[in-house]
C-alpha cells in the first residue's frame, strides 16, 4: 500500500517543541495539496496546517503562532515545526497528501504534551 511515513512524533514538556516530517514515496507524483491533520482520543481528526504545491500555508486557529509547515518538493518531504506545545496539542499527527485525484494518509505519529 502505498503511504506517506510520518517520523519525529514524541513525549515533551509543555513549553517545548518538536519537529515533524512526513517523507511521500516516490511513486506518488505530481503532489498538490499536503497536510498535518491530528486526532485526539474522543475526537474527530482535525486539520491542523496545509500548504499547496506553490508554498502557500493555511493553518487552524489553534496552530497559528506556533507551528510552521514546509515542504521540499524535491525530496516529497513536509514538515511541521511545533513551538510553545501545550498539553491540548496531545494527539496521532497525520500526514495527507493530495495527488489529482488521489488521496493518501499516513498511519500518524504520536505527541504528547505533558503538564
Known amino acids: 500500500q502505498v503511504q506517506p511515513v510520518e517520523s519525529g512524533g514524541g513525549l515533551v514538556q509543555a513549553g517545548g517543541s518538536l519537529r515533524l516530517s512526513c517523507a511521500a514515496p516516490?511513486?506518488?507524483?505530481?503532489?498538490?495539496?499536503m497536510a498535518w491533520h491530528r486526532q485526539a482520543p474522543g475526537k474527530h481528526r482535525e486539520l491542523v496546517a496545509s500548504?499547496?504545491?506553490?508554498?502557500?500555508?493555511n493553518y487552524a486557529d489553534s496552530a497559528k503562532g506556533r507551528f510552521t509547515v514546509s515542504r521540499d518538493n524535491a525530496k516529497n518531504t513536509m514538515y511541521l515545526q511545533l513551538k510553545n506545545l501545550k498539553p491540548e496539542d496531545t494527539a496521532v499527527y497525520y500526514c495527507?497528501?493530495?495527488?489529482?485525484?488521489?488521496?493518501?494518509w499516513g498511519q500518524g505519529t504520536q505527541v504528547t504534551v505533558s503538564s
Open positions: 500548504i499547496s504545491s506553490a508554498g502557500i500555508t
Open positions: 495527507n497528501v493530495v495527488s489529482g485525484l488521489m488521496e493518501y
Open positions: 516516490e511513486s506518488i507524483q505530481l503532489i498538490n495539496t
